[in-house]
Every structure is written in structure tokens, then in C-alpha cells.
């Protein structure tokens, strides 16, 4: 998961100054473990407003699919509800009459549109109504809004940054079971999450409207100023009396267990993971050394440090990242691989929990998989138009293979994700095999590599050609079985998509051909091949022009008559980018479209600088050329293009 991306993201000089290479600013003020402002402004994703789910009133309150029903918590459910639909509520509740009931009826049938839905959308049913009738539906408590109050108690047991992301008013807290008003009645994994973090009985829940609980959360947390993870480890610092030495060779389980579930640990791991995935960070890593324990998150490809622990709550956080993860806790000895599932605001976000021992204790990555935020999109994925035209033409080909490169972390998943996306029709069946399945897409069957019992992308992959598929994805091509077999669907009439790990596109020529594939198979049946690499976007918001200086311009090997009439910007960091200077990324893109030329050049064994050569000779823009037009063009700055493309080139 280590990329070797550098840790130091630096901000471009302040104009005038020239950058000095090796010597990187330091990230800008904002410490991703301070969460500097509570920036509720931007939510993972804006709940629905009371979640038109419950349309298919025989089922009512199904969760998110696959996960057994909890047993415990929860509101209580619909007992007299069990034969009532929705439809039929909102017609005892006199909001519709019998007639519009089975015209709506009629229309949910035909186009599979939530009945809710459509009665809004006819102005039948206002939002109030429809909280009215799912509180009824669901046998909840409708909440006056109006009306509340929260208990200080309530408030003080959930930390702010868990309500905003669970989008959740904590309302009283009493012998342990804590009561929240919640919008989204259908959502109720939610309230197992909130009792396994918060380590308490019970959560019940009741219903009010989403913008009413928003308002309400914040005027409940204004007063009290939010707890930061600095705050949390300062006040941890001084209890010496928690936690171990750091050579733990005989520590019992029992106060392992006993220091996992000590509430600060609780709180601390929950804020750590909550905030992660607040700031859309990739992978949190905890790392032991012998004299610290540092937290570093990845948002955007960059590392960041935050506050470290106490070295002596190393064994205790990371036991109680174990416990969340269904981990052996006694188990210290050897690497564990695990899993936790949160249900935030309407969505499954996933953490794969990575265990490997090491000199000094556990270190411990957690990848952090949020399916529902990603909008895949071949449009929004930052491709040229040009190459977006000839890229779609290779992708609906009806066999073939489809090659996207580059490192770990080039955002090459997203992108065939998104042409998957686009693909996606009723009438091709596709599979995936992919390690580890990154985003649930509808319509997909996707399959996990598992490497502890042999399933590896060949194994897979050969039995997915048994499946009948029209279209493949294999997360990678990492060595000649992969690909003969990649080849051999290609040739017995599918497109296989997969990726390669080289830096350009002419390099996974020369890859593929020292694997051992034939050249003549490379030449059959590979359609194209697309580079790509992640920049930084520019703050919108805090973007400013500024004059580079010589220095800068020789980083991006460039003459000062190259730069004549370019303008350049930075982000100078504000509220809206955590004080980064930066949002979001953007892709760089190669691509390289096979033809009777380059089959020529490839069959006669061309080196991969022969193959640039001819691709370039031919107008073919390579990363390089096609960063400088990000840049140029005022999406990113000098930096990212230095260190994504630049020194690519030079190695
Ligand atoms: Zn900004």
C-alpha cells in the first residue's frame, strides 16, 4: 500500500521566491489531526431527505442489503405496521385519496419509481407528510423539532464530528441507551454503528427532518467547543497510568482487552477514523517506533502526520483497532487481515484493516473504502476530449484488451471503473475479479481475489471464462499466467480490461513482452493502452497567479521562452481546502490506440524508446506534454507536474 509518493507535499514558492528541491515547505498550517473548523458545510454526501426506500411497502426497513438484521437495537418496528404499505397510510392519514393511490400505484408498477416519490413529485405530499407516514410506517416517534431540547448528558457522549457525520441528534442519555433523532428511517445499521463505537446498550431512534437535525445539531454542539484529537491525546499524555512499556513480550489478554475498550481509546480510535473519512482520506496508517507512535492519514495521495499518541497507548489503540475489526487480539505474533463496516449518511464505507508485526509493536494500515462517494464518470475523470473520444471507441470494442498504467495510487481504477460504468448494460454481462473490490457497482459481479486460499487473478479469471461474460476486468496483470489467459479470453471473443504497472504507455509493450508474452499475441489482441497519473487539483476558491521563478522553470525542464505568456497559480490555502491549497485530483493522460504501424514496430521487437519515438513522431502527446497543459491551463501547479510527470521522464 506504501506508494512511493513523496510525504512532503509542498506548496509552490510564494511568487518570487524560487522553490528549493529537497527542502519541501512544510504542508500548510492545517494538521489533518486537527480538524481545524468544524467544516460541516461539506458532508461525505447529503443524506436523502427521508429516504423514498420504503416505497415497496412488503419490506419494510430492510437495511442496507447482505448484513443479517441487528437483533438488538434499534427503534421498535412496525409491529401493527406489518400489513399496512406506506400507500395505504397516506391514505388513512387523508393526504391522498383511494382513487390517487392507485394512479400513483399505477405508475410505481411501470417505472419502477418509489410511490413516495411520485406522490411529491404530483405536489400530493409534502415532506412533513411523508416523515408523518414512514414514522408511522416504522413504528417510530415522530419528533416536534420545534420542540426538542438534548440533554448535556446526550451531547457529551457523542462527539460532534460522529453527529454531523451521521447526520444524528443525540437527544438523552439515560442507563446507557442513548436516543437520537435521525431523517432516514431505513437507515438503521446506523444505530449498531453509533452502540459499537460508542461501547453503550442500546441507541434507539426517532424520526424528524433532515434540515430541521441539522440545524439542531449545530446550535446543540455550538456552545460546546469541539473536542480535537490534539485535545483527546493531551489529556491522554498525562495518564501514565494507561497503556504498556514499549517492549510488550508479556502483557496478559485480559488487560489488553480491558485497555482496548477503555473509553478514551474508544473515543480516540472513533474521532482518528471518523475524521479520515470526513477528509475523504484513502489509507489512516498507525505506526510504532521505538520511541513514538505516529498517526499519518493519505488525502489526496499525500501523507500527512497528525498529533501523535502517547508511545504507551501504542498496544491499546492498536488492540482496539482489532477488536473493531473482528481480530484476533491475542494473536500478536503474526500479520491478520480484517475488516470494519460503517453505515454513514445513507452509504457503506468499508475499511480493510491491514495487522503486520514489527520490532516495536503492530503497525496497522486501514484502507478506507467510501463506495457511495465516488461519482464514476468517464466525464469527470479529468480526460481530454480528444482522448476521451478515441478512449470510448476502444472500450465498446467487442473483444480485445484494454490496458490502463501506471503506479499505485494513479487513480487507474477509477478509470476503469468508470468505463465499466459506461458499459454496464443489461445486455453484456460483466465480471471483475479485483483485489480488494473497491467500489460496488450495480450490475457487476465482482470477485475478491483471496491469496490465503489460493485465489489468485489467474485461478479467478479462468473460472469467470466459465461464467460466460461478454466483458472482463482483472484488477492486474502481474505475471505470464494473467496474461496468457487474458489473452486467451481476448482471442475467444471478450474485452478484458486490466492494468499494468509501468510508467508510460509504450513501457507496458516492454512489460508484457518481458513477462514472456509473444509479440504476436501483444499485437492480436491489445487495443490500446492508457497512462495516466493523479494531480492535485487547485483550490478554486483560494486559487492566485503568481510569477515562477527561474528555478521553477528548469524543474519542469523548460526554457523561459517556453513560459512566455503562461500564467501560473497557486492555491494560497483558505477554509473551504483545510488550508492545503488544494481540492480534489485530476487525471494526466497517455494514451496510446494500437495500429498496423506500431503492430509492425512491436512484432519486430522495438525497445520501448523506439516505440515513444514513433508514437511521439506521430503527434501522440505523453504525459509530460499532456501535464504541461494541465498545468497551463491553470489546473494544478508546477509541483505536481515535476513530481507526477517531470522526473518520471528523466528516470
Ligand atoms: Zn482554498
Same mark, same amino acid.
Given at each position: 500500500?506504501?506508494?512511493?509518493?513523496? !510525504?512532503?507535499?509542498?506548496?509552490?514558492?510564494?511568487?518570487?521566491?524560487?522553490?528549493?528541491?529537497?527542502?519541501?515547505?512544510?504542508?500548510?498550517?492545517?494538521?489533518?489531526?486537527?480538524?481545524?473548523?468544524?467544516? #460541516?458545510?461539506?458532508?461525505?454526501?447529503?443524506?436523502?431527505?427521508?429516504?423514498?426506500?420504503?416505497?415497496?411497502?412488503?419490506?419494510?426497513?430492510?437495511?442496507?442489503?447482505?448484513?443479517?438484521?441487528?437483533?438488538?437495537?434499534?427503534?421498535?418496528?412496525?409491529?401493527?405496521?406489518?400489513?399496512?404499505?406506506?400507500?395505504?397510510?397516506?391514505?388513512?392519514?387523508?393526504?391522498?385519496?383511494?382513487?390517487?393511490?392507485?394512479?400513483?400505484?399505477?405508475?410505481?408498477?411501470?417505472?419502477?419509481?418509489?410511490?413516495?416519490? &411520485?406522490?411529491?413529485?404530483?405536489?400530493?405530499?409534502?415532506?412533513?407528510?411523508?416523515?408523518?407516514?414512514?414514522?408511522?410506517?416504522?413504528?417510530?416517534?415522530?419528533?416536534?423539532?420545534?420542540?426538542?431540547?438534548?440533554?448535556?448528558?446526550?451531547?457529551?457522549?457523542?462527539? *460532534? !464530528?460522529?453527529? =454531523?457525520?451521521?447526520?444524528?441528534?443525540?437527544?438523552?442519555?439515560?442507563?446507557?441507551?442513548?436516543?437520537?433523532?435521525?431523517?432516514?428511517?431505513? !437507515?438503521?445499521?446506523?444505530?449498531?454503528?453509533?452502540?459499537?463505537?460508542?461501547?453503550?446498550?442500546?441507541?434507539?431512534?426517532?424520526?424528524?427532518?433532515?434540515?430541521? &437535525?441539522?440545524?439542531?445539531?449545530?446550535?446543540?454542539?455550538?456552545?460546546?467547543?469541539?473536542?480535537?484529537?490534539?485535545?483527546?491525546?493531551?489529556?491522554?499524555?498525562?495518564? @501514565?497510568?494507561?497503556?504498556?512499556?514499549? +517492549?510488550?513480550?508479556?502483557?496478559?489478554?485480559?488487560?489488553?482487552?480491558? @485497555?482496548? !475498550?477503555?473509553?478514551?481509546?474508544?473515543?480516540?480510535?472513533?474521532?482518528?477514523?471518523?475524521?479520515?473519512?470526513?477528509?475523504?482520506?484513502?489509507?489512516?496508517?498507525?505506526?510504532?517506533?521505538?520511541? =513514538?507512535?505516529?498517526?499519518?492519514?493519505?488525502?489526496?495521495?499525500?501523507?500527512?502526520?497528525?498529533?501523535?499518541?502517547?508511545?504507551?497507548?501504542?498496544?491499546?489503540?492498536?488492540?482496539?483497532?482489532?477488536? @473493531?475489526?473482528?481480530?484476533?487480539?491475542?494473536?500478536?505474533?503474526?500479520?491478520?487481515?480484517?475488516?470494519?463496516?460503517?453505515?454513514?449518511?445513507?452509504?457503506?464505507?468499508?475499511?480493510?484493516?491491514?495487522?503486520?508485526?514489527?520490532?516495536?509493536?503492530?503497525?496497522?494500515?486501514?484502507?478506507?473504502?467510501?463506495?457511495?462517494?465516488?461519482?464514476?464518470?468517464?466525464?469527470?475523470?479529468?480526460?481530454?476530449?480528444?482522448?476521451?473520444?478515441?478512449? +470510448?471507441?476502444?472500450?465498446?470494442?467487442?473483444?480485445?484488451?484494454?490496458?490502463?498504467?501506471?503506479?499505485?495510487? /494513479?487513480?487507474?481504477?477509477?478509470?476503469?471503473?468508470?468505463?465499466?460504468?459506461?458499459?454496464?448494460?443489461?445486455?453484456?454481462?460483466?465480471?471483475?475479479?479485483?483485489?480488494?473490490?473497491?467500489?460496488?457497482?450495480?450490475?457487476?459481479?465482482?470477485?475478491?481475489?483471496?491469496?490465503?486460499?489460493?485465489?489468485?487473478?489467474?485461478?479467478?479469471? +479462468?473460472?469467470?471464462? +466459465?461464467?460466460?461474460?461478454?466483458?472482463?476486468?482483472?484488477? =492486474?496483470?502481474?505475471?505470464?499466467?494473467?496474461?496468457?489467459?487474458?489473452? *486467451?479470453?481476448?482471442?475467444?471473443?471478450?474485452?478484458?480490461?486490466?492494468?499494468?504497472?509501468?510508467?508510460? /504507455?509504450?513501457?507496458?509493450?516492454?512489460?508484457?513482452?518481458?513477462?514472456?508474452?509473444?509479440?504476436?499475441?501483444?499485437?492480436?489482441?491489445?487495443? #490500446?493502452?492508457?497512462?495516466?497519473?493523479?494531480?492535485?487539483?487547485?483550490?478554486?476558491?483560494?486559487?492566485?497567479?503568481?510569477?515562477?521563478?527561474?528555478? *521553477?522553470?528548469?524543474?519542469?525542464?523548460?526554457?523561459?521562452?517556453?513560459?512566455?505568456?503562461?500564467?501560473?497559480?497557486?492555491?494560497?490555502?483558505?477554509?473551504?481546502?483545510?488550508?492545503?491549497?488544494?481540492?480534489?485530483?485530476?487525471?494526466?493522460?497517455?494514451?496510446?490506440?494500437?495500429?498496423?504501424?506500431?503492430?509492425?514496430? &512491436?512484432?519486430? #521487437?522495438?525497445?520501448?524508446?523506439?516505440?515513444?519515438?514513433?508514437?511521439?513522431?506521430?503527434?501522440?502527446?505523453?504525459?509530460?506534454?499532456?501535464?504541461?497543459? /494541465?498545468?497551463?491551463?491553470?489546473?494544478?501547479?508546477?509541483?505536481?507536474?515535476?513530481?507526477?510527470?517531470?522526473?518520471?521522464?528523466?528516470?
Amino acid at each position: 500500500m506504501a506508494t512511493p509518493t513523496p !510525504n512532503d507535499p509542498k506548496k509552490p514558492a510564494q511568487p518570487g521566491q524560487p522553490a528549493k528541491p529537497g527542502q519541501p515547505a512544510k504542508p500548510p498550517a492545517a494538521q489533518p489531526g486537527q480538524p481545524a473548523k468544524p467544516q #460541516g458545510a461539506q458532508p461525505a454526501k447529503p443524506a436523502q431527505p427521508a429516504k423514498p426506500g420504503a416505497a415497496q411497502p412488503a419490506k419494510p426497513a430492510a437495511g442496507p442489503p447482505a448484513k443479517p438484521q441487528p437483533a438488538k437495537p434499534v427503534a421498535k418496528k412496525k409491529e401493527k405496521s406489518a400489513v399496512r404499505t406506506l400507500g395505504v397510510i397516506l391514505v388513512d392519514l387523508g393526504f391522498i385519496d383511494d382513487a390517487q393511490l392507485a394512479s400513483i400505484e399505477e405508475e410505481a408498477r411501470q417505472t419502477d419509481i418509489h410511490l413516495d416519490r &411520485i406522490a411529491m413529485d404530483r405536489g400530493l405530499l409534502n415532506e412533513d407528510q411523508l416523515l408523518q407516514a414512514m414514522a408511522e410506517l416504522h413504528g417510530m416517534a415522530l419528533v416536534n423539532m420545534d420542540e426538542v431540547k438534548p440533554t448535556p448528558e446526550a451531547i457529551k457522549a457523542v462527539p *460532534q !464530528n460522529m453527529a =454531523e457525520l451521521y447526520k444524528m441528534l443525540p437527544l438523552k442519555m439515560e442507563a446507557d441507551v442513548l436516543t437520537v433523532v435521525m431523517s432516514d428511517p431505513n !437507515n438503521l445499521m446506523a444505530l449498531d454503528d453509533l452502540r459499537n463505537m460508542l461501547g453503550i446498550r442500546q441507541v434507539t431512534a426517532q424520526l424528524g427532518p433532515l434540515s430541521k &437535525i441539522e440545524a439542531a445539531l449545530a446550535k446543540a454542539y455550538s456552545t460546546t467547543k469541539e473536542e480535537s484529537i490534539g485535545d483527546l491525546i493531551a489529556s491522554l499524555a498525562s495518564d @501514565m497510568d494507561m497503556g504498556f512499556g514499549k +517492549r510488550e513480550n508479556s502483557i496478559d489478554i485480559a488487560s489488553v482487552e480491558e @485497555m482496548a !475498550n477503555a473509553a478514551p481509546v474508544r473515543k480516540l480510535v472513533n474521532m482518528v477514523l471518523l475524521m479520515g473519512i470526513k477528509d475523504h482520506a484513502s489509507d489512516i496508517h498507525f505506526e510504532p517506533f521505538e520511541d =513514538e507512535f505516529k498517526m499519518r492519514y493519505r488525502c489526496d495521495g499525500v501523507l500527512y502526520e497528525m498529533v501523535p499518541p502517547p508511545r504507551h497507548l501504542a498496544t491499546a489503540i492498536s488492540s482496539r483497532i482489532k477488536v @473493531m475489526s473482528n481480530l484476533d487480539i491475542a494473536e500478536r505474533r503474526l500479520p491478520q487481515d480484517g475488516r470494519i463496516e460503517l453505515n454513514i449518511g445513507g452509504n457503506t464505507v468499508d475499511m480493510r484493516v491491514s495487522v503486520l508485526p514489527t520490532m516495536f509493536g503492530e503497525s496497522i494500515v486501514v484502507r478506507v473504502l467510501d463506495k457511495g462517494r465516488v461519482g464514476l464518470d468517464l466525464d469527470k475523470i479529468g480526460m481530454p476530449q480528444d482522448i476521451l473520444v478515441q478512449f +470510448r471507441e476502444m472500450i465498446s470494442k467487442p473483444n480485445g484488451i484494454s490496458l490502463v498504467t501506471g503506479p499505485t495510487g /494513479a487513480g487507474k481504477t477509477t478509470t476503469l471503473y468508470s468505463a465499466l460504468s459506461e458499459l454496464n448494460l443489461i445486455t453484456d454481462k460483466l465480471i471483475t475479479t479485483e483485489d480488494p473490490v473497491e467500489y460496488e457497482i450495480e450490475g457487476l459481479i465482482q470477485c475478491q481475489i483471496n491469496h490465503e486460499i489460493d485465489l489468485t487473478f489467474a485461478s479467478a479469471l +479462468r473460472a469467470i471464462l +466459465r461464467q460466460d461474460p461478454d466483458k472482463i476486468l482483472v484488477g =492486474e496483470i502481474r505475471d505470464l499466467e494473467t496474461a496468457q489467459i487474458a489473452i *486467451q479470453a481476448s482471442l475467444t471473443g471478450h474485452m478484458v480490461f486490466s492494468t499494468l504497472h509501468t510508467n508510460d /504507455a509504450p513501457g507496458s509493450v516492454t512489460r508484457l513482452r518481458d513477462m514472456g508474452v509473444e509479440p504476436f499475441l501483444i499485437t492480436a489482441t491489445v487495443e #490500446g493502452i492508457l497512462a495516466q497519473r493523479l494531480v492535485r487539483r487547485i483550490c478554486p476558491v483560494c486559487k492566485t497567479e503568481f510569477e515562477p521563478s527561474r528555478d *521553477q522553470i528548469m524543474e519542469l525542464n523548460l526554457k523561459p521562452e517556453d513560459t512566455r505568456g503562461k500564467k501560473f497559480y497557486f492555491g494560497e490555502g483558505c477554509d473551504k481546502c483545510n488550508n492545503l491549497g488544494f481540492k480534489g485530483r485530476t487525471g494526466i493522460y497517455e494514451l496510446l490506440v494500437m495500429n498496423d504501424d506500431l503492430r509492425d514496430l &512491436i512484432s519486430k #521487437g522495438g525497445s520501448t524508446d523506439q516505440l515513444r519515438a514513433y508514437t511521439r513522431s506521430k503527434g501522440n502527446r505523453g504525459l509530460r506534454e499532456r501535464g504541461l497543459d /494541465a498545468l497551463f491551463s491553470g489546473l494544478t501547479t508546477i509541483d505536481e507536474i515535476v513530481r507526477e510527470t517531470v522526473l518520471d521522464e528523466e528516470s
